[in-house]
């Protein structure tokens, strides 16, 4: 399964976009990129996964580069509620491995 | 409902006690996954059932030991346990099809401490 790296923590100001980057240079072509946040002390919660496509849902959008060797997760209006630690996960098809990455502590800020 | 429901929500036993983690939920998956999170670390991967059979265990000590009575429950029993076991132990489902649009859906977990 590939690895993913995230930088430990990223601040954000209430209402701008917050950009959240995953590597996962080793990923192979049947992988999906998957992302979950997780607030102090729940259970992780989904955000939202692809595969190439740019994908757009009611809470996020995923932009994979064309390579797949990267992906931007955006909130396009951070808010207070948004701080939180959000995980860049990878796993193969047909696979049950949800391998989880290091995670980015987002703090948004007033 | 797209609830997972754990139980209890706290735990604390001694080494030489025996308990168990239950975990339920009620959407119709069939794969059901246990993951151990330390503080400030990412959640690990235990186990996975599918279709009420083990498919993945990931070379977790037989200390924990899983058992899956029906598609709807998944428990996790415990015995001597080691204080560095302590952790908050989480329970996930999924639909169990293993394909495109396969999520985890996770409960609040079972924060454990081990004295």
């Known amino acids: 399964d590939a690895k993913t790296t995230q930088p430990p923590s990223m601040d954000c100001a209430e209402g701008r976009a917050a950009n959240l980057p995953c590597n996962h240079s080793?990923?192979?072509?049947?992988?999906?990129v998957y992302w979950y946040r997780q607030i102090h002390s729940q259970g992780p919660q989904y955000i939202i996964h692809?595969?190439?496509n740019n994908e757009t849902n009611e809470m996020a959008s995923l932009i994979i580069t064309e390579d797949r060797k990267s992906s931007t997760l955006i909130l396009p209006h951070a808010t207070l509620r948004d701080t939180a630690v959000y995980y860049c996960?990878?796993?193969?098809?047909?696979?049950?491995?949800?391998?989880f990455g290091p995670g980015t502590r987002l703090s948004v800020l007033p | 409902d797209t609830e997972v429901t754990q139980t209890p929500k706290h735990l604390v036993m001694g080494m030489t006690n025996k308990k168990s983690l239950k975990c339920e939920q009620h959407m119709g998956h069939r794969a059901m996954y246990w993951y151990k999170q330390k503080a400030k670390k990412p959640p690990e991967l235990m186990f996975v059932y599918s279709y009420e059979k083990l498919s993945i265990n990931e070379s977790v000590p037989s200390r924990f030991s899983p058992e899956c009575p029906n598609s709807s429950l998944l428990n996790l029993h415990l015995h001597a346990l080691q204080p560095e076991d302590s952790a908050l132990y989480l329970c996930?489902?999924?639909?169990?099809?293993?394909?495109?649009?396969?999520?985890?859906?996770f409960g609040s977990g079972t924060q454990l401490s081990v004295l």
């Open positions: 080793t990923i192979s072509g049947n992988e999906y």
């Open positions: 996960i990878v796993r193969v098809d047909y696979g049950q491995n949800f391998v």
């Open positions: 692809g595969l190439k």
């Open positions: 996930a489902s999924s639909q169990g099809g293993r394909g495109l649009n396969e999520k985890l859906f």
